[in-house]
């Protein structure tokens, strides 16, 4: 059971880390479909892997672009953690509408929060609307995807709890 989740682990962060590679055009240049996998690792893992999962992927599409905002990305990769932490949660307790309710304001309109007083009023409003669509556009394919992908996994190998 311990080697099935750590295969799974590594599995979607290197999901993560190809979906990186598909930017969403904004003017910062980490977005991009790096949460995907992330997010269908809640129907797969549990909460504390899911969380690891989401931070490589951010790490690595941070990477790809060249670490735009710095040192700061260890503060969003520690944000991104705890978001798929709660949503991971949240799929498990069942709140399948919640879920992607939190996950779209937690990542969308709260993470870049922190950036209104590090960086400036000005730059918070600037980024807010390309994450904003960027963590709708990860939620919407994860969202479609997710339910197609669990069934045709539970033939296969199971939900791994």
Not at 132 to 146: D, R
Request: proline share 7%; net charge positive.
């Amino acid at each position: 059971m311990k080697l099935r989740k750590m295969t799974l682990t590594a599995i979607f962060a290197a999901l993560c880390a190809v979906g990186g590679f598909i930017k969403i055009p904004s003017g910062v240049g980490s977005l991009a479909l790096d949460t995907v996998p992330a997010l269908l690792a809640a129907a797969f893992l549990p909460p504390v892997l899911v969380g690891t999962v989401s931070m490589t992927g951010h790490l690595a599409s941070a990477m790809y672009a060249g670490f735009p905002l710095g040192p700061f990305h260890v503060l969003i990769a520690i944000e991104m953690m705890i978001i798929l932490y709660v949503f991971a949660r949240l799929h498990k307790a069942g709140h399948h509408t919640l879920k992607w309710v939190f996950f779209i304001v937690a990542n969308g309109l709260l993470a870049p929060l922190p950036f209104y007083f590090l960086v400036s009023p000005a730059f918070f409003v600037g980024v807010v609307p390309a994450i904003l669509v960027a963590t709708i556009v990860n939620a919407v394919v994860a969202a479609v995807v997710m339910p197609v992908l669990s069934k045709a996994a539970s033939g296969r190998f199971g939900v791994v709890q």
